[in-house]
């Protein structure tokens, strides 16, 4: 997946089951620039403006609903 500035979101599976998900974040060129880990169960469906929008799904009602988180990208110190 590519977002709005160019950056690449890639997934990658953490347990032989698929159960969590490590997606690497990478610039135009390749470069490692995060990690971000999301259970299987909660997919991203788009990445723009700065923010990361998923889906949820109440587990009492089944009902689904839109997640968005704010991504701010900082240098570990």
Do not use: C, F, H
């Not at 969590?20 to 470069?31: A, C, D, R, V």
């Not at 991203?44 to 997640?67: F, Q």
């Amino acid at each position: 997946m590519v977002d709005d500035e160019n950056r690449m979101w890639v997934a990658v599976p953490m347990d032989v089951q698929n159960e969590t998900y490590e997606w690497w974040i990478l610039n135009p060129s390749g470069e490692l620039l995060a990690r971000l880990v999301l259970p299987e169960d909660q997919p991203i469906y788009d990445i723009k403006n700065g923010y990361l929008y998923s889906k949820k799904t109440n587990e009492e009602t089944g009902a689904e609903y839109v997640v968005k988180y704010r991504i701010e990208l900082t240098e570990k110190e």
